[in-house]
């Protein structure tokens, strides 16, 4: 035992917090202090699907009465499975492989999650790789920004824009389109007709991604030692950023407007399956909950830090965040619909329109706007490095832990790692900065981060709860946090174990929802799952991706040896 160890529990029985000074795991090494690990957790929950998901689902399910499934789920199914995997990670000082050894039939577990992990990875930086593109073209057109008017070279006759002098409607106004979007979709990503058509490489793109990754690299190029200290700025600048839209927001005229929209409770939306479901899969994704990041961060804690106040804390704030940021967006698009006398539903668009198409057509209205859009998508670069950084890094710890000659091969050039894994997922990104780059987002986005991450989190909460034992998650907990009073035990079972018993049945009625109401992948008008020549091989990409997540759960699961 490490004389950092001896202090650590020498400080435990007088019941001071444990102090960090010094790694208590000379091999893997420590986060520098516990803030840089709750700044990365926080980092990777909020991410950009706070910012733009968060909002349009509590539009599109009853406003304010969807915060009451959302809180519930929360309770139920967010903080007892954060509390799972914080607990496995600390206490094996293990990634997401590695601490399958509790149960090693079920060590697939791990290599599932490492392919959820690097498929979120190839995608997740191509939207990073748009924000990028618009930081900077926010500076190519002082004083104004590139996406306003319908005089560019780029834009069609079904564009229109109030502002351009002698604007006058397009003769068929069911095709109308606005310039944001225009520019987005036309200029910025050439999109094709179709998956099947596609096209060239977007070059502009694919070196905004290569930006992309080559922070990414730096940021990783030490491990958690170098990941903490990138995560004081992308995890503390969001929120400088959302005060300051919000604050200029609540001045627009019809900011209230949008803020009525977006609280405004239908209570009858709550007799639908469709609200909870979306509830429930807001409150998995956004903790970033099944994709190993969670069991590397708390990985690299102190044994015995005390996990249970984070599995509470970070949580919290991290839900918080995305009823924060529902201000900030609809503040400003209640401004837009005042701007162009339009209904507040009329200029809401879902998920990435939101972002890249409503919300900078918004900016575009405000005074000062190059100041605001630059403000907004370096806010965007932020929250998506902050997350990305520990999605890549899960996939890195959980390599080294389980193969111990890589460890030894790379000892003292760490940053081989970093390197390897992130130019590997450079090139498997490619397709996504094509003509057709937005289609194959789409589809991967709906089949690997989907209904097969809950498939994950549904097994490992079965495997943890009644295989591996909640009684042994409790005992583990009392000695990494060293508390065994009565009333710590029965605040730990009210909180976090009794939920665990429910969790299972909720993801459950989740997966078979989705199952029962799938629809088709669309984008627009356009079905990607059949696109329109009604023979696109899409679909079948799509469920070789969700079988990927499978054969990682079963492979393990032939080769396991039963050892007395």
């Known amino acids: 035992m490490t004389s950092v160890q001896n202090e650590n529990i020498e400080m435990k029985e007088r019941g001071q917090d444990v102090a960090y000074s010094g790694d208590e795991n000379v091999e893997r090494g420590n986060w520098s202090n516990k803030f840089e690990f709750l700044l990365s957790c926080l980092g990777y929950a909020v991410g950009l699907g706070n910012l733009w998901r968060f909002p349009y689902l509590c539009y599109a399910n009853g406003g304010g009465a969807f915060l009451i499934p959302y809180v519930i789920m929360l309770v139920v199914v967010g903080m007892p499975m954060f509390l799972v995997e914080l607990s496995l990670g600390q206490y094996a000082s293990q990634g997401c492989i590695g601490v399958w050894k509790c149960c090693p039939l079920f060590k697939g577990l791990g290599y599932a999650m490492v392919i959820a992990s690097s498929l979120l990875a190839i995608y997740y930086n191509v939207i990073m790789c748009w924000s990028v593109y618009y930081t900077y073209a926010s500076f190519t057109a002082l004083p104004s920004l590139p996406w306003v008017g319908c005089k560019n070279h780029w834009n069609t006759d079904n564009?229109?824009?109030d502002r351009d002098v002698n604007a006058t409607?397009?003769?068929?106004?069911?095709?109308?389109?606005?310039?944001?979007?225009?520019?987005?979709?036309?200029?910025?990503?050439?999109?094709?007709?179709?998956?099947?058509?596609?096209?060239?490489?977007?070059?502009?793109?694919t070196l905004c991604l290569i930006l992309a990754w080559i922070v990414t690299i730096i940021a990783l190029v030490k491990g958690v030692k170098s990941l903490g200290k990138i995560e004081y700025f992308t995890a503390l600048f969001p929120y400088l950023v959302l005060i300051a839209v919000i604050a200029r927001g609540a001045t627009l005229p019809g900011a209230s407007?949008?803020?009525?929209?977006?609280?405004?409770?239908?209570?009858?939306?709550?007799?639908?399956?469709?609200?909870?479901?979306?509830?429930?899969?807001?409150?998995?994704?956004?903790?970033?909950?099944?994709?190993?990041?969670?069991?590397m961060a708390s990985s690299y804690n102190k044994f015995h830090n005390n996990l249970v106040l984070d599995a509470a804390i970070i949580p919290l704030l991290n839900c918080g965040t995305s009823v924060f940021a529902g201000f900030?967006?609809?503040?400003?698009?209640?401004?837009?619909?005042h701007e162009t006398n339009r209904a507040v539903d009329e200029v809401v668009a879902s998920e990435i329109g939101l972002t890249f198409i409503a919300y900078p057509e918004a900016l575009s209205r405000i005074p000062i706007s190059p100041l605001w859009a630059i403000l907004f998508f370096i806010m965007l670069m932020s929250l998506g490095v902050g997350s990305l950084v520990v999605i890549v890094e899960?996939?890195?710890?959980?390599?080294?832990?389980?193969?111990?000659?890589?460890?030894?091969?790379?000892?003292?050039?760490?940053?081989?790692?970093?390197?390897?894994?992130?130019t590997v997922f450079f090139v498997l990104g490619i397709?996504?900065?094509?003509?057709?780059?937005?289609?194959?987002?789409?589809?991967?986005?709906?089949?690997?981060?989907?209904l097969s991450v809950l498939l994950i989190g549904f097994i490992e909460l079965l495997v943890v709860t009644y295989i591996y034992g909640f009684r042994n998650v409790i005992k583990n907990v009392k000695v990494m946090v060293g508390s065994s009073s009565q009333v710590f035990v029965v605040l730990l079972y009210i909180v976090f174990i009794i939920p665990m018993f429910v969790a299972p049945f909720?993801?459950?009625?989740?997966?078979?929802?989705?199952?029962?109401?799938y629809t088709p992948i669309t984008l627009g008008s356009y079905d990607i799952r059949i696109g329109p020549t009604q023979s696109s091989h899409a679909?079948?990409?799509?469920?070789?991706?969700?079988?990927?997540?499978?054969?990682g759960v079963s492979s393990c699961t032939k080769r396991v040896r039963f050892d007395n």
Request: glycine content about 8%; overall charge neutral; aromatic content about 14%.
């Open 159 to 161: 564009c229109y824009d």
């Open 169 to 205: 409607m397009p003769a068929n106004n069911t095709n109308i389109t606005s310039a944001s979007e225009e520019y987005f979709t036309i200029y910025v990503l050439k999109q094709s007709s179709g998956i099947e058509e596609t096209g060239s490489i977007v070059w502009a793109l």
């Open 257 to 295: 407007n949008g803020i009525r929209f977006y609280l405004y409770p239908d209570w009858e939306r709550l007799r639908t399956a469709q609200v909870w479901k979306d509830a429930a899969t807001q409150i998995f994704f956004s903790l970033g909950i099944s994709n190993g990041g969670l069991h």
């Open 328 to 337: 900030a967006v609809f503040s400003v698009l209640g401004f837009m619909a």
């Open 394 to 422: 899960a996939v890195i710890t959980a390599i080294i832990d389980e193969f111990a000659f890589i460890r030894k091969a790379i000892k003292g050039r760490r940053w081989i790692m970093p390197l390897t894994i992130c």
């Open 431 to 450: 397709p996504h900065v094509t003509q057709a780059g937005i289609y194959w987002l789409a589809l991967q986005n709906s089949y690997a981060a989907g």
């Open 506 to 517: 909720l993801i459950a009625f989740i997966v078979v929802f989705s199952l029962m109401d």
């Open 539 to 551: 679909h079948g990409h799509g469920f070789l991706w969700r079988h990927l997540h499978i054969h």
